[in-house]
């Protein structure tokens, strides 16, 4: 067990090399996994990358004292212990953090140190995944081990066949919920994306929503100029913009992958616009 000091003392814990490299990591780790998280959960998810600033990517901030931060900085009414320990098992479950426990040196246990780990873009969690029950943080009185299971109405049987009917209602409402929160890879992109933008996204982001969400920003872009433009053209600028962006985000350059890869595109769609020539408009 770690004897605690303070967070300066735990550098080489890091996996980034500064915090603009710590915040781009985050921010693609959201944009796959924001939906998991309540909104409670989400507030005290950020609230805790804001103590990992220091040392990027570790904090050995209190839960008090993440939630005291949550309340003055975030949400007026706070958040309860329980939500932070929700949260924090939906983090270690998806790859992006892990927990170490300290001790002080008269060893009594002490505040944990969180520690964020590189987020691989395909938002996987490891087949061999435990939760490790020596560095989890102590569960709080009267908290429940598990997810309660949702508890339906109680219907009076009519007849058979309503009774089947629900049945199968009830079954297809909890298939579907089973879907939502799968993760689906490249495989499941929409065949409105182009299969060759596709191979390109996937390397980097294998997630059909993202990938699907990259191509939603061409679009966009390209409404009211797509009569003058090929569709060949603006899949080739809409791959090179892409690279551009992924370039920049590797050195660390990028805060919002998705509004910088816009931002590329619609350059390079207006200068390309802006070089037709006249004889097209007319």
């Given at each position: 067990m770690l004897i605690t000091a303070t967070v300066e003392n735990f550098t080489k814990y890091s996996n980034f090399r500064n915090l603009r490299d710590f915040n781009n990591n985050i921010e693609m780790f959201l944009a796959c996994h924001k939906d998991k998280f309540t909104k409670s959960e989400f507030t005290v998810f950020r609230r805790l990358t804001k103590?990992?600033?220091?040392?990027?990517?570790?904090?050995?901030?209190?839960?008090?004292?993440?939630?005291?931060?949550?309340?003055?900085?975030?949400?007026?009414?706070?958040?309860?212990?329980s939500t932070f320990h929700r949260m924090k098992r939906k983090a270690i479950k998806l790859g992006i953090l892990e927990v170490h426990?300290?001790?002080?040196?008269?060893?009594?246990?002490?505040s944990n140190l969180w520690v964020f780990k590189r987020f691989d873009g395909k938002g996987e969690t490891p087949v061999n995944y435990q939760e490790n029950k020596s560095v989890d943080t102590p569960?709080?009185?009267?908290e429940q081990l598990q997810k309660a299971t949702r508890q339906g109405k109680v219907f009076k049987r009519l007849t058979s066949l309503k009774t089947t009917n629900l049945y199968f209602k009830t079954n297809n409402l909890n298939n579907n919920k089973r879907i939502e929160t799968t993760l689906l890879n490249h495989?499941?992109?929409?065949?409105?994306?182009?299969?060759?933008?596709v191979q390109v996204v996937r390397h980097f982001f294998d997630?059909?929503?993202?990938?699907?969400?990259?191509?939603?920003?061409?679009?966009?872009?390209?409404?009211s100029v797509k009569r003058w433009i090929d569709e060949r053209t603006i899949l080739f600028t809409a791959i090179h913009s892409f690279k551009q962006m992924i370039g920049k985000l590797k050195k660390g350059m990028v805060k919002n992958p998705i509004a910088y890869f816009k931002g590329v595109f619609h350059k390079q769609i207006d200068k390309i616009y802006n070089d037709l020539p006249m004889e097209i408009f007319e």
């Amino acid at each position: 067990m770690l004897i605690t000091a303070t967070v300066e003392n735990f550098t080489k814990y890091s996996n980034f090399r500064n915090l603009r490299d710590f915040n781009n990591n985050i921010e693609m780790f959201l944009a796959c996994h924001k939906d998991k998280f309540t909104k409670s959960e989400f507030t005290v998810f950020r609230r805790l990358t804001k103590f990992a600033a220091k040392v990027p990517g570790v904090a050995n901030a209190s839960i008090r004292k993440i939630l005291l931060g949550t309340q003055m900085k975030d949400f007026k009414l706070g958040v309860s212990e329980s939500t932070f320990h929700r949260m924090k098992r939906k983090a270690i479950k998806l790859g992006i953090l892990e927990v170490h426990s300290t001790m002080r040196k008269n060893e009594s246990q002490s505040s944990n140190l969180w520690v964020f780990k590189r987020f691989d873009g395909k938002g996987e969690t490891p087949v061999n995944y435990q939760e490790n029950k020596s560095v989890d943080t102590p569960r709080t009185k009267g908290e429940q081990l598990q997810k309660a299971t949702r508890q339906g109405k109680v219907f009076k049987r009519l007849t058979s066949l309503k009774t089947t009917n629900l049945y199968f209602k009830t079954n297809n409402l909890n298939n579907n919920k089973r879907i939502e929160t799968t993760l689906l890879n490249h495989t499941y992109t929409a065949d409105y994306v182009p299969k060759e933008f596709v191979q390109v996204v996937r390397h980097f982001f294998d997630n059909a929503k993202v990938i699907e969400e990259y191509w939603r920003m061409v679009k966009i872009d390209t409404y009211s100029v797509k009569r003058w433009i090929d569709e060949r053209t603006i899949l080739f600028t809409a791959i090179h913009s892409f690279k551009q962006m992924i370039g920049k985000l590797k050195k660390g350059m990028v805060k919002n992958p998705i509004a910088y890869f816009k931002g590329v595109f619609h350059k390079q769609i207006d200068k390309i616009y802006n070089d037709l020539p006249m004889e097209i408009f007319e």
